[in-house]
């Protein structure tokens, strides 16, 4: 789309290097750049290579969203279009990046480190290479740094990551069978608690969730907006209900058919479905000191849901058809058993 007359074009734009990370430079060249084109950037010595994702002005809107001022004269710049030697000697330090984060754990092994090296990322002149690591405590990686910089002849940078963030570095595939969100469009990490599991009434089940990175899942927070304004007007599922026949307890609740099913203390297996609008009238007489004369005048019949069953409209087999025994078998059987039977009686009458 063209732009206005006497409108320039947006300085700014996106380039993501390794594993979806992503950055803002400023093109002072004025290069004429689109989606998709390899860029060497300016990095704090030497140069980075990544590739363009974004220009225009959706790189404001993106900048806005980032918190990142485009009038900041501290960007870096893009130097200039990558040529085929920028492109080479980057393609060729990512491929030593699996050996050295092999050599790597070995050499934070021997030395007893209890941190997990779980990605490099070299600089796109291969002067540099940072490693990423995730660890529960502080740890003192000062002759790790001597070690692996003597061993790799590289300018060292120690970076710590949590968790979550080590899994949007590495990707993978949810439980759900898609990929993970944090690796996919995810770009902030909101706290996820266990309330928001509570107020969804799904079993608090650690293994199923937790994610990959083995905190609670992401996508708890997705409908818990929805649940919660469900929740607004419910009744508490600590809520009592006094009758005449005796005290009633909540024993399971669904918000969205804005059901409650209540049980007698000395009734506890035998649940009653109510309406949420007769529990709030129910409430509402107790509050007035009235007791209702039992639950079952308020009970509401819950349609069963109709199984669909298969039918075998085209004509095929049976799928168990070969569980079924043979008879032929067992026919031959029986008639090798009589044959000497018969033998036997030939030699009699001869």
Request: overall charge positive; proline content about 3%.
């Amino acid at each position: 789309m063209s732009l206005p007359n006497g409108q320039k074009p947006f300085d700014c734009v996106e380039v993501r290097f390794k594993n979806s990370r992503k950055e803002f430079f400023r093109n002072s060249e004025n290069l004429s750049l689109s989606i998709g084109d390899v860029v060497a950037t300016q990095a704090k010595s030497g140069h980075d290579v990544g590739i363009v994702t974004l220009t225009g002005e959706l790189v404001k809107v993106q900048m806005k969203k980032k918190k990142v001022s485009a009038e900041d004269n501290g960007l870096p710049k893009i130097y200039r279009k990558a040529s085929q030697r920028d492109i080479d000697i980057w393609q060729k330090c990512r491929d030593k990046e699996a050996e050295i984060q092999k050599r790597a754990r070995e050499i934070a092994i021997s030395l007893k480190l209890e941190m997990k090296i779980s990605d490099v990322e070299f600089q796109g002149d291969g002067s540099k290479a940072t490693f990423y690591y995730t660890a529960e405590d502080r740890v003192d990686f000062r002759q790790l740094i001597k070690d692996m910089a003597k061993a790799f002849s590289i300018r060292i940078e120690m970076r710590q990551i949590g968790y979550r963030q080590e899994a949007q570095r590495l990707g993978g595939i949810g439980s759900c069978g898609r990929e993970l969100c944090c690796s996919t469009w995810l770009s902030d990490f909101r706290s996820v608690s266990t309330a928001s599991a509570r107020y969804q009434q799904l079993a608090l089940n650690p293994q199923k969730l937790a994610g990959q990175c083995g905190k609670l899942k992401c996508c708890l927070n997705y409908e818990l907006d929805m649940y919660l304004d469900a929740l607004k007007d419910f009744p508490s599922p600590d809520t009592k209900l006094q009758t005449e026949k005796g005290v009633a307890f909540c024993q399971k609740t669904d918000i969205f058919k804005e059901t409650l099913w209540f049980s007698y203390k000395n009734e506890p297996a035998n649940w009653h479905a109510l309406n949420k609008k007769q529990v709030q009238e129910i409430i509402g007489l107790n509050k007035a000191k009235k007791k209702v004369a039992s639950l079952e005048a308020y009970v509401v019949d819950i349609p069963l849901e109709e199984k669909l069953v298969f039918e075998n409209v085209v004509g095929q087999d049976s799928l168990n058809r070969f569980d079924k025994p043979k008879r032929r078998n067992n026919k031959k059987r029986r008639n090798k058993k009589r044959r000497p039977n018969k033998n036997k009686a030939a030699s009699k009458n001869g």
